[in-house]
């Protein structure tokens, strides 16, 4: 699987959209991006995933460029509830749950 | 619709121990895995079963093992416990479809203390 970089830490105002990059450089055509989020002492929850267009889903919205080299994590109004470590994976389709997590970014919303 | 449940939440062991955590994965579910969770590696995979099946194996010693059951239950066993072994253990499952796509869903975890 391709491996990500991401920022360490963000902080984001609430209400203001909290806008997360992930750099994937070395993605493969068949592999998809995927986001999870890990609420602290909780297990991850799975946000999103696409293999190229945008997608949208109520919790967040996934931004890849045309290169698919990086991609764009938007939580449109933050809230004190988004304060977790954001996970960005990449990995094949069909690959089982078997998923490989870095060291993720941690946001922190900020009153 | 419950969601995956593990137990125990919390236990403390000493050194040289065995323990064992189960897994209840969501209704329906039929892939199971676990991940190792510590401060210093962060989230590593474990393994993964399906239909009672290992289908997945992370990069861990021997002393971790795991089984599912016919009813999608899991269990994971580590023996001959190591201080390094303190860590978050989490199970996630999927339908077949979430399994295809990535789309998982945790346990809260069962918290191991090896004194």
């Known amino acids: 699987d391709a491996k990500t970089t991401q920022p360490p830490s963000m902080d984001c105002a609430e209400g203001r959209a909290a806008n997360l990059p992930c750099n994937h450089s070395t993605i493969s055509g068949n592999e998809y991006v995927y986001w999870y989020r890990q609420i602290h002492s909780q297990g991850p929850q799975y946000i999103i995933h696409g293999l190229k267009n945008n997608e949208t889903n109520e919790m967040a919205s996934l931004i890849i460029t045309e290169d698919r080299k990086s991609s764009t994590l938007i939580l449109p109004h933050a809230t004190l509830r988004d304060t977790a470590v954001y996970y960005c994976?990449?990995?094949?389709?069909?690959?089982?749950?078997?998923?490989?997590f870095g060291g993720g970014t941690r946001l922190m919303v900020k009153p | 619709k419950a969601g995956v449940t593990q137990t125990p939440r919390y236990l403390i062991k000493t050194r040289g121990q065995q323990v064992t955590l189960s897994c209840s994965p969501i209704?329906?579910?039929?892939?199971v895995s676990w991940y190792q969770q510590t401060p210093g590696q962060g989230l590593q995979f474990l393994f993964e079963y399906f239909s009672e099946t290992q289908r997945n194996k992370g990069n861990f010693p021997g002393r971790f093992s795991g089984r599912q059951f016919s009813n999608s239950r899991s269990e994971m066993n580590v023996s001959t416990l190591e201080l390094g072994d303190s860590a978050l253990y989490l199970c996630?499952?999927?339908?077949?479809?979430?399994?295809?796509?990535?789309?998982?869903?945790f346990g809260e975890g069962s918290r191991l203390t090896v004194l």
């Open positions: 994976i990449v990995r094949v389709n069909n690959a089982g749950n078997m998923l490989t």
């Open positions: 996630a499952s999927s339908s077949s479809r979430g399994a295809n796509t990535g789309e998982l869903f």
């Open positions: 209704s329906g579910h039929r892939s």
